[in-house]
């Protein structure tokens, strides 16, 4: 009989007004239950009005009802507590305010957990179970518990909305279709969100995109913000340094003339020693010679040499040396600073840039040496003669782990970004691609956003005994040209001209590329095959 009754509904066993188990039950005269604490708080409520109602059934009664504790009920309720009942959540799962309600319950509903779009229906843990348990339910679509599934129903003919009206834009149902919809561009609703989810993505996509490259405007913004403070912070500091230099400097100029003062009296009195002992040494009285020699023949004490220290020049030495390392610091800081903040005048530079070079000579006036970074190189490239040069080799190398390193093709980037006029040439073997990219192009997975030429953010020319292509944007150009085993590239970032050309005893075009760049530019190499190689030449 116990296990029989642990079965039972927990609300059976509930209180109407704290929604809780009974605690001391006592019964009304009208036969429902409460906790003792709970209809004694009831009826105090109701003591001026002199009726006292029950809380369920309304029913009044006058006088106000002596209530006992019901013992039974009460020895029930602590066998159930015994049994387990009470390990349940305190809440059981009913409905709140913010939750959907199961709409099978009756009584008081627990909380949905599924809704059904076909059902329309949403349904607690336990009426679900025939959705999960029988054939008929098996292809009822489940989602998350929603209040709006009315909205799921046409209003006009009282059926699910499965179609969607492209021409009005509007969800409908399958008689709409060929009622007042006919004629019009419908699809099913689920094709329409696999084409809407699509925009969507893309959407997701430009959005992620223009949030990276605000972060980037952002860092660049924060890096002249820093090299501004960092201008002024030296200026404060070569203020401070010109005043201490200063009080220095007039201290020492004050003891070098007072040295001064005292060298040109003691040379004074040295000349006048001299004098007397030069007319001393012409007298031709000896006795006279030999009276006055002891007391002409002393010399004063001497200022010596070595306390002489001439030190104006020495003092600063180590100023100086101070000085020339914060310099070089600061050169270095304003180095890389000036590559970003050179972008923002890109307008500017146009308007002032001078003609592409035509001979190798003038090429050769905007060369720069370029390195390779080790950071950057897939692991089975082996960087070689200063990181210039790159071959592939057939096992992995022990680089370290480092983000911007390469892992599926075989790529690496320059070391140096690259801004303004340069000019670079490389010397390849096998199958070669010959590339410039933004430094934020990805660098994993075997797609074409790491593979350069494929995307957005790199262009490169395909070089082999053969041919010549261009890639931009996975888009194949085809190039024709004298065969060389020595490309030449030329960048003038702010004309946003990139050009490839073929280098032997002349010059020729291959192909030029005409822009806008955005970021710095770092040259780059892929390389195909086993030993295929590429080497950045020194031109200077």
């Known amino acids: 009989m116990t296990q029989k009754a642990v079965q039972l509904d927990r609300e059976t066993f509930s209180c109407s007004i704290c929604l809780d188990l009974l605690k001391d039950p006592v019964t009304t005269p009208c036969g429902h239950s409460y906790c003792t604490n709970c209809i004694n708080n009831h009826w105090d409520t109701e003591d001026e009005k002199r009726i006292h109602s029950c809380p369920q059934c309304r029913k009044s009664f006058t006088p106000r009802p002596e209530l006992l504790k019901n013992t039974m ?50 349904y607690c843990e336990k009426h679900l179970q025939p959705h999960y348990e029988s054939a008929a339910f098996k292809k009822h679509k489940l989602v998350e518990p929603s209040e709006k599934l009315l909205e799921n129903i046409c209003s006009r003919h009282d059926e699910v909305m499965k179609m969607f009206c492209r021409t009005d834009q509007q969800c409908i149902c399958y008689l709409c279709s060929v009622d007042e919809h006919k004629g019009h561009d419908t699809v099913s609703a689920a094709a329409e969100r696999t084409e809407r989810q699509r925009e969507l993505e893309g959407s997701r996509h430009n959005i992620q995109q223009r949030i990276q490259d605000r972060e980037e405007y952002v860092k660049l913004l924060q890096q002249e913000v820093e090299a501004t403070q960092l201008i002024r912070l030296m200026e404060k500091r070569r203020s401070d340094v010109k005043q201490q230099v200063r009080s220095q ?30 007319k001393l040494s012409h007298t031709e009285d000896h006795n006279q010679f030999l009276h006055n020699y002891p007391s002409l023949s002393a010399l004063s004490e001497s200022t010596h040499s070595s306390s002489i220290k001439i030190r104006l020049l020495k003092y600063f030495e180590d100023v100086t040396a101070a000085v020339s390392e914060l310099r070089d610091k600061l050169q270095d800081v304003l180095r ?63 680089y370290s782990n480092h983000p911007d390193r390469f892992t599926k093709w075989f790529q690496v980037l320059s070391r140096e970004s690259l801004t303004g006029r340069c000019y670079w040439e490389v010397e390849w073997r096998g199958e070669v691609y010959v590339a410039a990219a933004y430094k934020n192009i990805r660098r994993t997975g075997w797609t074409n956003e790491s593979k350069f030429g494929h995307n957005d953010k790199s262009w490169s020319l395909s070089c082999d005994t053969n041919s010549y292509q261009f890639y931009y944007k996975n888009i194949q150009t085809l190039v024709s ?39 710095p530019l770092y040259a780059g190499l892929w390389l195909r095959c086993i030993e295929d190689s590429a080497e950045f030449c020194k031109l200077k």
């Open 249 to 278: 400097q007039e201290t020492e100029v004050s003891r070098v003339k007072e040295l001064q003062e005292k060298l040109e009296q003691e040379i004074t009195e040295l000349k006048r020693k001299d004098a007397e002992l030069k």
């Open 336 to 398: 890389e600073t000036w590559t970003n903040i050179s972008l923002t005048v890109t307008q500017v530079d146009v308007l002032l840039s001078q003609p592409e070079p035509k001979t190798r000579a003038d090429f050769l006036r905007y060369s720069c040496e370029i390195t390779l970074d080790p950071n950057t190189a897939h692991r089975q490239l082996l960087l070689s003669k200063g990181n210039r040069k790159a071959t592939i080799v057939s096992k992995q190398l022990s």
């Open 73 to 122: 009920l009460a020895v029930l309720v602590e066998q159930l507590k015994k049994t387990g009942l009470q390990a349940a959540p305190a809440d059981l799962c009913y409905a709140g305010p913010e939750d959907v309600a199961c709409d099978v319950c009756t009584g008081r509903k627990l909380r949905a957990v599924k809704s059904c779009l076909q059902c329309v229906a949403s």
């Open 481 to 519: 040209g004298p065969p060389s085993s020595r490309v030449g590239v030329y960048l003038d970032h702010s004309a946003g001209i990139l050009s490839f050309y073929s280098v032997s005893d002349t010059m020729t075009l291959l192909h030029r590329v005409q822009t806008t760049f955005t970021e």
